[in-house]
């Protein structure tokens, strides 16, 4: 990326047949784990599918990168709520790795309602040899039993399971819109529209409520809490952004209910661009920290902004993701795609942001150079090894060969959630039901 941000290279690309492609199929979330080797998707059907990196071996030295299909498992199921008689989707709103202590793996994966956290581990040897039960597991009569035997570990084929550890449920109201495990790793929070809970990993049936912005009579409610983030290295500071383009930083410490925030960032409005949908797409979709904990970058419907947190009243640096739908808000209002949650990342030495934006296309921004490119995850350019060429969406005036005009944008083909890898130039693209992994090209 440092080199030369407009030569990236496919290194492969899980591909799910869109000809029997359903709506379960379309992929809700993608997160690497904390070093990168595996790779988690949630989808609307309650599936999570991880994917494993190969090792590099010594005859195949490129080899190194690709990922394969390591474990997948069902994580949510629909459910229905009698009391208010509401269907309960099993799609999967987020996941999130927590550091890895042994040879297991955990991951929390939420939907609207229910946290879970699932333990993925690998089995290879089975116990054989038992005294009391037989060999089909049924109990023996202890009468017959005659001779004392060692249980001994036998090899089998390779296995990897998903455990439910703990299910945390019943805390929230609204939907979950976020996760996010705190660095002390002993917990972590949900939030919803209006509530965000801690919770500890060990205690299932209790969580503490540490904001709630519901007010006593829900016709003043002016704003609903978007999404929410744990600092990266001080396990007392979060923040959580707002559909009104705000952000909060708020510090544990200070209150038990943080309803008071330490911080408040906002933007003041140009007035020359006020408009009817102005409230629409100021509403910020994701926030997220940046791995030096030093900036706030979040993405509204047009922009990603990066923030200091040490200035609250304006961003450090705005970047146009597609700022040439501004004249096609009308359209997009009745599409209902002004209401799309695009997800942004960071790149590892946080100097790169990537975000989505239709037509399967993504765009990055180099912090650095102030270069940026619009790339496209598409089956049509997506033979492995291939070289992405960077795309151009042509605004007005006289369109160039390889530009594409804004009015045969496909809005149906949004990529909203993406991921990068902790420390290497490889990243995740989610492009409805199809997962593409792309890496800087290898010499």
Request: hydrophobic content about 35%.
């Amino acid at each position: 990326m440092e080199e030369d941000i407009d030569t990236r290279k496919i290194n492969n690309s899980f591909l799910r047949d869109h000809s029997y492609a359903t709506e379960a199929d379309i992929i809700s979330t993608v997160e690497f784990n904390h070093t990168g080797e595996l790779l988690a998707t949630g989808d609307k059907g309650g599936r999570v599918v991880i994917f494993q990196r190969e090792q590099e071996s010594k005859n195949q030295v490129h080899r190194r990168g690709e990922y394969n299909v390591y474990s997948t498992f069902q994580s949510h199921e629909p459910e229905f709520d009698y009391l208010k008689s509401l269907e309960i989707e099993e799609k999967i709103n987020k996941i999130r790795w927590l550091p890895q202590q042994n040879a297991a793996y955990f991951l929390l994966s939420a939907n609207d309602k229910t946290v879970k956290l699932w333990k993925v581990s690998e089995r290879d040897k089975r116990p054989e040899g038992y005294n009391l039960k037989d060999e089909e597991g049924r109990l023996r009569d202890p009468a017959t039993i005659t001779t004392l035997r060692v249980p001994v570990l036998r090899p089998v084929d390779l296995m990897v399971e998903a455990i439910p550890r703990r299910v945390f449920a019943n805390a929230h109201t609204y939907h979950i819109n976020s996760i996010s495990v705190n660095s002390d790793y002993e917990t972590y929070m949900s939030a919803d529209d209006l509530r965000i809970n801690l919770w500890n990993f060990e205690i299932t049936n209790q969580s503490f409520n540490i904001v709630d912005i519901k007010p006593a009579n829900m016709e003043e409610l002016t704003e609903v809490i978007t999404a929410a983030e744990f600092h990266p290295h001080h396990c007392n500071t979060f923040v959580y952004s707002s559909s009104k383009g705000t952000i909060r930083l708020c510090d544990m410490r200070a209150s038990a209910l943080c309803d008071r925030h330490t911080k408040f960032f906002e933007e003041p409005e140009d007035p020359s661009n006020r408009s009817f949908f102005s409230e629409i797409i100021s509403s910020i979709s994701d926030v997220k920290f940046s791995h030096s904990g030093r900036y706030i970058m979040t993405r509204d419907y047009l922009t990603v902004k990066v923030w200091d947190l040490n200035m609250e009243n304006r961003p450090i640096e705005t970047y146009q993701v597609h700022d040439y739908l501004r004249s096609k808000l009308c359209s997009l209002y009745e599409n209902d795609c002004i209401f799309d949650k695009f997800e942004c990342v960071w790149n590892g030495s946080d100097s790169v942001i990537m975000t989505g934006s239709y037509n399967n296309f993504f765009r990055m921004f180099d912090r650095n150079t102030k270069r940026d490119v619009t790339l496209e995850a598409s089956r049509e350019n997506s033979k492995p090894r291939a070289i992405l060429k960077p795309r151009k969406v042509c605004v007005g005036g006289k369109r160039r060969k390889d530009e594409i005009t804004v009015d045969s944008l496909d809005f149906s083909k949004k990529i909203l959630h993406t991921a990068w890898h902790p420390s290497e130039n490889i990243i995740a693209v989610a492009a409805t039901n199809n997962l593409y992994i792309f890496q800087d090209k290898v010499n």
